[in-house]
Nanobody
Framework: QVQLMESGGGLVQPGGSLRLSCAAS????????VAWFRQVLGREREGVSC????????HYAESLKDRFTISRDNDKNTVYLEMKSLKFEDTGVYYC???????????????WGQGTQVTVSS
């Protein structure tokens, strides 16, 4: 059974940083594409970033690429999302998901985590 579990969310001040983790069981994350999505208040779930299966090419939402970095640790079977210079509008629930290949379409992803809350507030 494939399970993805996000962690690392929390409360952070504007300008601060967080690192989210997506740990997997039942699947090797280096064999699939793993994406981060987020759902902010009043908006549909949107793609943030994706890392392909090996060799691990990365993709980002254009508006976030200067502040967010996706990476993978194969030994820990975990994908990370480093977020810096956080803004109020980054507040939301962040989800990781796995698929055969990176896609902007939610329906392409077979497995989802439960999400982790990120709150940017002063």
């Amino acid at each position: 059974q494939v399970q993805l579990m996000e962690s690392g969310g929390g409360l952070v001040q504007p300008g601060g940083s967080l690192r989210l983790s997506c740990a997997a069981s039942g699947i090797g994350l280096d064999y699939v594409a793993v994406a981060w999505f987020r759902q902010v208040l009043g908006r549909e779930r949107e793609g943030v970033s994706c890392i392909t299966r090996t060799p691990g090419n990365t993709h980002y939402a254009e508006s976030l690429k200067d502040r967010f970095t996706i990476s993978r640790d194969n030994d820990k079977n975990t994908v990370y999302l480093e977020m810096k210079s956080l803004k109020f509008e980054d507040t939301g629930v962040y989800y990781c998901a796995a698929a055969e290949q990176c896609s902007m379409y939610l329906s392409s992803y077979d497995h989802w985590g439960q999400g982790t809350q990120v709150t940017v507030s002063s």
